[in-house]
């Protein structure tokens, strides 16, 4: 499994930086964000270091994209959004600021949830 020594993610993943957990399998791993724009906003990885979808191998992106459906479901049980926004930036232009392939799962409450 690929790591970066230098990269928060990886730090995540190998329990070096703490994080709370929302689902965890031998590929992948979610979590809350740090900053969470609605209740409940989750970053799904690979626990492969990527550092964008440009440079994910198609492996890895199968493994990470097949969970989506059963962390997002997850996600609803225990927050009961009305809608979910899924995002992934790619590139400082697109708005990246973590360079590790990140999924984020944005609840939705409505109108003024404070997203969008
Ligand atoms: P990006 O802007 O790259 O799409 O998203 C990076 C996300 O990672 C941001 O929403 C930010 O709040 C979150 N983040 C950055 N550092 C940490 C951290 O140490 N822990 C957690 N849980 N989230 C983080
Ligand atoms: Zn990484």
């Known amino acids: 499994m690929h790591q970066e020594q230098d990269c928060i993610f990886c730090k995540i993943v190998n ?20 900053s969470q724009v609605t209740k409940g906003h989750t970053l799904v990885i ?3 270091h990527c550092q964008d979808i440009y440079h994910t191998d198609t492996e890895v992106a199968e493994n990470l994209f097949s969970r989506i459906p059963k962390i997002a479901n997850a996600i ?10 899924t995002l992934n930036n790619n590139g400082e232009p697109a708005g990246q600021s973590v360079f590790h392939l990140h999924i984020h799962l944005i609840p939705r409450y409505g109108e003024n949830d404070g997203f969008g």
Not at 15 to 34: C, M, N, Q, R, T
Not at 76 to 85: D, F, M, T, V
């Open 76 to 85: 609803k049980s225990a927050y009961q959004p009305i809608g979910l926004n």
């Open 15 to 34: 329990g070096d930086i703490p994080s709370a957990k929302v689902y965890e399998d031998d590929h992948v791993y979610a979590f809350l964000d740090i």
């Open 46 to 48: 690979p626990k492969e």
